[in-house]
């Protein structure tokens, strides 16, 4: 794993000038300095930004949010894979984003405070390549639990008063410790789909029934490979290192599917586990890919039995067959 401090700044937007105040100045700083930005934000930042720079906003390079957000394990893996190719090109590229991700109570899973964990992990997994990360979170979309949080995973926030040091800061590990064993919405009474694994050998007959059961209901056969593909990781996991038999219940919200998968192991997972790459063949790549083909992964052990909850939105899992296509 790379080594090295991570330059991680929070700028938490309150006003419709505070981009312009804060920002603007950064980036006419590189423009002039002829050293590297890459800006992925939201279209109305972006009108703003180009606005403010005129002929620096030509200096800039501008990132698509599409390219880079979507599934939130796969956008985490999509920016490291970014930076270390800067790293390895030798160049040192500030990256400015406005994270893709909105607060929605209305929705089966806290989305938000699972990206948060990415953004905690980023302060690991990121550090050594030498290219420093401003996020932009605005602070009128967001309730202030939220923006606590964002601040508590940046060891630094950029203010009218310059760089102020984030006091409140919180390690990698301990932000997730505090954070592993999230509390999951009740389990529904009647699943639409539950099978029970005893050995692997029946794994072909679960992932059948899982992709016949998310075509069923609207994904499309890619995204319906990827649903099947990241509870097989999870599964074989339980049949691994937990204790058969492991039970693969599949229910939906709304347009979102969820798959949950339990073992009586008992083992509870490690904090970071799934969040940083593998270091090679076998070495914990089952939970690091569950990761990249959900949306949001969720864990938890209790009485004994340990449960991983598997969550795909129709509209994140599809706009990124339609941007990869």
């Known amino acids: ?8 700044a929070a700028l938490i937007v309150d006003s419709d000038d505070t981009v312009e105040r804060l920002l603007v100045p950064v980036l006419r700083r590189h423009a002039a300095a002829r050293q590297h930005a890459l800006v992925i934000v939201n279209p109305e930042t972006e ?13 800039v390079e501008w990132g ?36 893709d991700v909105a607060t929605d109570l209305e929705a089966p899973v806290d989305r938000v405070a699972a990206y948060l964990s990415y953004e905690a992990m980023c302060n690991d997994v990121y ?8 996020c932009i979170w605005d602070s009128r979309r967001h309730p202030t639990l939220v923006i606590e949080g964002v601040r508590s995973i940046h060891d630094h926030e950029l ?9 409140a800061f919180v390690p990698a590990t301990e932000y997730l410790r505090g954070r592993a064993e999230v509390a999951m919405s009740p389990e529904p009474d009647v699943s639409d789909l539950d099978v029970t694994v005893t050995g692997l050998g029946e794994l072909t007959r679960c992932r059948v029934g899982l992709w016949a059961w998310a075509v069923e209901f609207g994904f499309a056969d890619a995204a319906a490979d990827q649903v099947t593909s990241a509870a097989n990781e999870v599964v074989t996991n339980g049949l691994q290192h937990g204790r058969p038999p492991v039970r693969v ?29 593998p270091g090679g063949p076998g070495d914990g790549i089952g939970l690091w890919l569950a990761r990249q ?7 938890r052990t209790d009485a004994g039995r340990t449960s991983v ?15 990869h296509a």
């Open 309 to 323: 909850r598997l969550y795909f939105p129709y509209a994140v899992t599809h706009r990124e067959l339609d941007v």
């Open 1 to 8: 794993m790379q080594t090295g401090r991570f330059d991680h």
């Open 64 to 99: 698509v949010p599409d390219a880079f957000y979507g599934r939130l394990g796969f956008a985490f893996a999509g920016f490291r894979q970014y930076l270390q190719a800067q790293h390895a090109q030798g160049r040192t590229v500030h990256v400015i984003a406005e994270p």
């Open 127 to 134: 550090a050594g390549y030498g290219c420093p990360v401003t």
């Open 159 to 167: 203010t009218v008063e310059g760089r102020r040091e984030n006091r």
């Open 249 to 277: 219940r599949a229910w939906h919200h709304d347009k979102t599917l969820i798959v949950q998968i339990d073992d009586d192991g008992g083992r509870a997972l490690p904090v970071d586990a799934g969040y940083r790459p």
């Open 293 to 299: 083909l959900a949306d949001v992964l969720l864990t």
């Open 47 to 59: 009108r703003v930004l180009r606005a403010r720079l005129g002929a620096d906003a030509g200096r």
